[in-house]
């Protein structure tokens, strides 16, 4: 069973960094293409960030790049985003998905349960 | 950046009734849309990929069409576990941008 379990989230003040995880298991995390997406409390969702499968490929949104950084390392089976310069407006819940093979190429079609990023002061 | 929008934002319905959510995108995205439901508290789920095939598992009440610019989402017969909130992405390009959302609530 595809398993992808986020933690790392909570309170940080404006300007501060967090590291999220995310740790996965139930399929062959070294082969899989990864993604951090994101929900403001009430709102809609937000692709973040994705990482291909050896790390060659990486994208941002244009609301994060020089700011979050995406990474993974495939031996530990973990996929992470490392978030500096916080503000008010990255608080949300910070979900990461696998992207699929074959007809689901490039489609999360696997979800964790979300770790919930609070920047406040 | 391809930008997606959503019609209806909200749509009442009764279960049983025929629904239809509309995506359109600000350029052609040739059939790379998904679509995810998300209930409140919940990740979103995968229900349709390549604007038309149904994810496994997905019932077959749900389908998708469309192409190019303009897609649509409809549920054949509204069943109560379908009451939640409907996204579109386009994953054509980078930044892979998803639609506004519609929500799904009982007349």
């Known amino acids: 069973e595809v398993q992808l379990v986020e933690s790392g989230g909570g309170l940080v003040k404006p300007g501060g960094s967090l590291r999220l995880s995310c740790a996965a298991s139930g399929f062959t995390f070294s082969s899989y293409s990864m993604n951090w997406v994101r929900q403001a409390p009430g709102k809609g969702l937000e692709w973040v960030s994705s990482i291909s499968s050896s790390s060659s490929y990486i994208y941002y949104a244009d609301s994060v790049k020089g700011r979050f950084t995406i990474s993974r390392d495939n031996a530990k089976n973990s996929l992470y985003l490392q978030m500096n310069s916080l503000r008010a407006e990255d608080t949300a819940v910070y979900y990461c998905?696998?992207?699929?093979?074959?007809?689901?190429?490039?489609?999360?079609?696997?979800w964790g349960q979300g770790t919930l990023v609070t920047v406040s002061s | 950046d391809i930008q997606m929008t959503q019609s209806p934002s909200t749509l009442s319905a009764s279960v049983g009734d025929r629904v239809t959510i509309t995506c359109r995108a600000s350029?052609?995205?040739?059939?790379?849309l998904a679509w995810y439901q998300q209930k409140p508290g919940k990740a979103p789920k995968l229900l349709i990929y390549?604007?038309?095939s149904l994810e496994s598992g997905v019932p077959s009440r749900f389908s998708g069409s469309g192409s190019g610019t303009e897609f649509t989402l409809t549920i054949s017969s509204l069943q109560p576990d379908d009451f939640a909130t409907y996204y579109c992405?386009?994953?054509?390009?980078?930044?892979?941008?998803f639609g506004p959302g519609t929500k799904v609530d009982i007349k």
């Open positions: 350029q052609s995205i040739s059939s790379w």
């Open positions: 390549k604007a038309s």
């Open positions: 992405q386009q994953y054509n390009s980078y930044p892979f941008t």
């Open positions: 998905a696998r992207e699929g093979h074959g007809p689901v190429v490039a489609v999360s079609d696997y």
